[in-house]
């Protein structure tokens, strides 16, 4: 079945660091979706990415999907405090709706 | 256009009894998805439903737990002779269409505690 592996688990930075999330996954993905949970806040919406090798960037943000459609990245730029969080990498199996969560990376930012 | 709206907030039952957690879709949406997250661990699957349909209800256990999404009203998932182990954040979410092709947009989360 499709595995889709997201690291780090844990990821502590200074203030003005950088800071990358992956997910990886074993098949091609249709699409992925990114999300961002404060801590004891909801999960919000932050991208999607469609098509091969895509690449946006959203202020601080610079999201990618792979040219094979296995993998995607989250960078961010110089972290600020209120980057902290849990951040998902979420996606639907073949011919599923079913929203699949990755475990998440979750982002500590030392002022 | 109001968020998605859940209610209550916080829940605590006891052992034994029902619980009841109401999710309101945005305006427009008939896609509703129901989550499960324990403390420090990812969010969990349970049930995705439409109007008066439960179209993938893999992730939700055989027992106790049910839901719908009638055609007036809030989605309800119900819990029944919940145990400490039910203890959890549900979240809701909502969606114009199914799938990874669009936003989902969630609720600020029912957190059940059984004590």
């Known amino acids: 079945g499709q595995q889709v592996m997201q690291i780090p688990q844990y990821q502590h930075v200074q203030e003005g660091e950088d800071f990358t999330t992956y997910c990886n996954s074993s098949t091609t993905l249709s699409n992925i979706q990114w999300y961002k949970q404060r801590p004891g806040g909801h999960p919000v919406f932050l991208i999607q990415l469609v098509k091969s090798g895509e690449v946006k960037k959203q202020k601080r943000l610079t999201f990618q999907f792979g040219e094979a459609k296995k993998n995607s990245s989250l960078h961010i730029t110089a972290t600020q405090t209120t980057d902290v969080g849990t951040y998902f990498c979420v996606y639907s199996g073949a011919g599923s709706y079913q929203l699949t969560f990755g475990k998440g990376t979750k982002l500590s930012v030392i002022p | 256009n109001a968020g998605v709206m859940q209610n209550p907030r916080h829940l605590v039952r006891r052992r034994g009894q029902e619980a009841r957690l109401r999710c309101s879709p945005m305006k427009g949406h008939s896609h509703v998805y129901w989550y499960r997250q324990l403390p420090e661990e990812g969010l969990k699957f349970m049930v995705y439903?439409?109007?008066?349909?439960?179209?993938?209800e893999s992730g939700m256990p055989k027992e106790r737990f049910s839901a719908e999404f009638p055609k007036e009203g809030p989605s309800i998932l119900r819990i029944q002779q919940v145990v400490r182990g039910d203890s959890a954040a549900y979240f809701c979410?909502?969606?114009?269409?199914?799938?990874?092709?669009?936003?989902?947009?969630f609720g600020q989360g029912t957190r059940l505690t059984v004590v």
């Open positions: 439903l439409q109007k008066e349909n439960i179209i993938d």
């Open positions: 979410a909502s969606s114009p269409q199914g799938g990874s092709d669009t936003e989902a947009f």
